[in-house]
């Protein structure tokens, strides 16, 4: 249990944009990829083949979930970290269709309507929550990539507007809104009197035409379409914050999630019996309803540790960690 709230160290925000989790949406062909596969270190994951013209792309094709899995696992190795510092996932539309396919697969269902209760949605979120923030908490940074549609709105009086929205269905959509850092649409815009037609970005739209958000405070509602652009915005955005704390939460490193402990089922397991099995015979009418006491409140009354699961492996560790206390207390 390699986790203390007495180690903390105040947040320094960086200003290396691979450090962040950016998710933009627009019209097909805008660039977006193009942006993406200039972020240092870049890996794509092509759901959908949009890189063709892009000259040196890091990418790799991806077809099913279970891929995305076999991805996951190479994404662990010290190797990959050297080479990759982004994961790009274009498109974010693709991605999460896959994931839901793979849970009705993996469930014997056609629909996740097909489960009762809601259960097929919640497995799905929580298998993309749970793969995109193992990526992130491994120190890459992730850039989500979708197209847009057209949305119409009712407001509280009951007039309507039309608004930008990304084409991922909403509820995907605010799985992955909620993570980013960054969350901006993409569109053309023409100058009238030279005709010539131009991309922008919208970071925070100020009269609700698209739907952004950014946890940058001071960055520029709307910016040029480039990746020059995109880092100069985050590094003003960052150097006006920065003045209200004297430069002392501000970083160039790239920001990197702490490495913890995996949980090892097998070891818990035998740590647990060695605990146990240290107690003295003469003490053993002590401790024996204490240690039930301690399985009871993670494992459920009349639970047994030897019966546990691997899924159970916190509930373990938090066993193992409330036994070693009893033990330097009371031993």
């Not at 013209?53 to 995305?68: L, N, Q, T, Y």
């Not at 994931?99 to 949605?121: F, H, M, P, R």
């Not at 084409?167 to 960054?182: G, L, Q």
């Amino acid at each position: 249990m390699g986790i203390s709230i007495f180690d903390i160290k105040p947040h320094k925000v960086s200003r290396d944009l691979s450090g962040y989790i950016t998710y933009i949406y627009g019209k097909g062909k805008t660039g977006k990829t193009t942006l993406a596969s200039q972020m240092d270190k870049s890996l794509l994951l092509a759901w959908e083949k949009g890189y063709n013209a892009i000259p040196g792309i890091m990418a790799i094709d991806v077809k099913s979930w279970s891929e995305m899995k076999m991805i996951l696992r190479d994404l662990k190795k010290p190797e990959a970290q050297e080479m990759y510092k982004c994961i790009v996932v274009d498109t974010v539309d693709i991605a999460a269709a896959a994931c839901e396919k793979y849970i009705c697969s993996q469930n014997g269902v056609d629909t996740l309507g097909d489960l009762a209760w809601g259960k097929g949605w919640t497995l799905v979120k929580k298998e993309l929550e749970e793969t995109f923030r193992s990526i992130t908490q491994m120190g890459y940074a992730l850039f989500f990539i979708s197209h847009e549609k057209e949305k119409v709105f009712k407001r509280e009086n009951g007039t309507e507007y039309n608004q930008h929205v990304p084409s991922v269905s909403p509820s995907y959509n605010e799985i992955i809104k909620d993570m980013a850092d960054i969350y901006a649409y993409a569109h053309q815009v023409r100058n009238e009197e030279t005709g010539e037609v131009n991309v922008r970005l919208t970071l925070r739209s100020m009269d609700g035409s698209a739907d952004t958000g950014c946890r940058f405070k001071y960055i520029d509602p709307e910016i040029d379409f480039t990746y020059p652009a995109l880092v100069k915005a985050l590094n003003d955005a960052i150097e006006k914050e920065a003045k209200l704390t004297n430069n002392q939460f501000i970083t160039n490193e790239r920001e990197k999630a702490e490495d913890t402990e995996e949980l090892d089922f097998d070891n818990l397991m035998n740590e647990f019996t060695s605990l146990v099995s240290s107690i003295p015979k003469d003490r053993m009418e002590y401790f024996a309803p204490r240690i039930t006491e301690i399985t009871n409140k993670y494992l459920g009354k009349g639970k047994k540790v030897s019966n546990a699961t691997r899924e159970q492996v916190e509930q373990i560790a938090l066993i193992v960690f409330d036994l070693k206390d009893l033990l330097n207390k009371e031993g």
